[in-house]
């Protein structure tokens, strides 16, 4: 079975600051992770994924995610903030076994304060 | 520069109408999906197709039906519309492995806006 959290619904920084959103997946089976960014009236971006080449992965506009198997976290962290990140974030799990199941997480909205 | 592709980027039915979401890619990807977006509960899965001729229910297929027309094309259709359809909709497509055998990324197209009255 697989599901994945993310712990907060919504987050506020200022502009310039450090952003952390919080990701925890459960996967029966080695799972392929992914960050995505939705802008407003906008589909789904991708900005990064894991898929075990490496546990830090670098992703696109500064975006960086580190997946820690013993905490089951795919974290994920931008070192300062800009006003154009601000959108909706979803971590999604992926089972890499014989059959199809993608898992969304409920999303966290950021907010970036000028 | 395509993608993937939607429409009608918006549209209002009332009780009981059908209509027909259409989508297409051209990235020349074997896997196609229908989600749905409602506030709070992150995208659900209606139906999918893993390839070309074969489509498959996903999380919440009631009152949905789908076709995959070919390799480019996934459609969604609403046979009776009710308001509890009323939800942004996504396609979305992808290749299942890349080289690594890992799954490969989603696609997605900028939904549809679905107001059921």
């Known amino acids: ?114 | 520069n395509a993608g993937v592709t939607q429409t009608p980027k918006f549209q209002v039915l009332k009780t009981g109408q059908s209509m027909t979401l259409q989508c297409a890619q051209d990235m020349n990807h074997n896997s196609m999906y229908w989600y749905r977006q409602d506030p709070g509960m992150g995208l659900r899965l209606i139906y999918y197709s893993a390839s070309e001729g074969t489509t498959d229910k996903g999380e919440v297929p009631n009152g949905y039906n789908v076709s995959r027309l070919n390799k480019r094309e996934f459609s969604l259709r609403l046979e009776s519309a009710a308001p509890s359809q009323t939800s942004v909709y996504f396609c979305a497509s992808s290749d299942r492995r890349g080289g690594d055998g890992r799954n490969q990324p989603q696609h997605f197209g900028d939904g549809t806006r679905l107001s059921i009255l």
Not at chain 1, 41 to 63: C, D, E, P, W
């Open chain 1, 1 to 114: 079975a697989q599901s994945v959290t993310q712990l907060d619904s919504h987050v506020s920084v200022s502009e310039g600051t450090p952003v952390l959103l919080r990701c925890n997946y459960s996967s029966s089976y080695s799972p392929s992770l992914f960050w995505y960014v939705q802008h407003p009236n906008k589909g789904l971006q991708l900005l990064l994924k894991y898929t075990s080449a490496a546990t830090l992965v670098k992703g696109i506009n500064g975006f960086e995610a580190e997946f820690k198997k013993s905490e089951t976290s795919f974290h994920l962290t931008k070192p300062s903030a800009h006003m154009s990140d601000a959108a909706e974030y979803f971590c999604v799990v992926s089972a890499d076994t014989g059959g199809f199941k993608t898992i969304f997480g409920a999303g966290t909205r950021l907010f970036v304060k000028a």
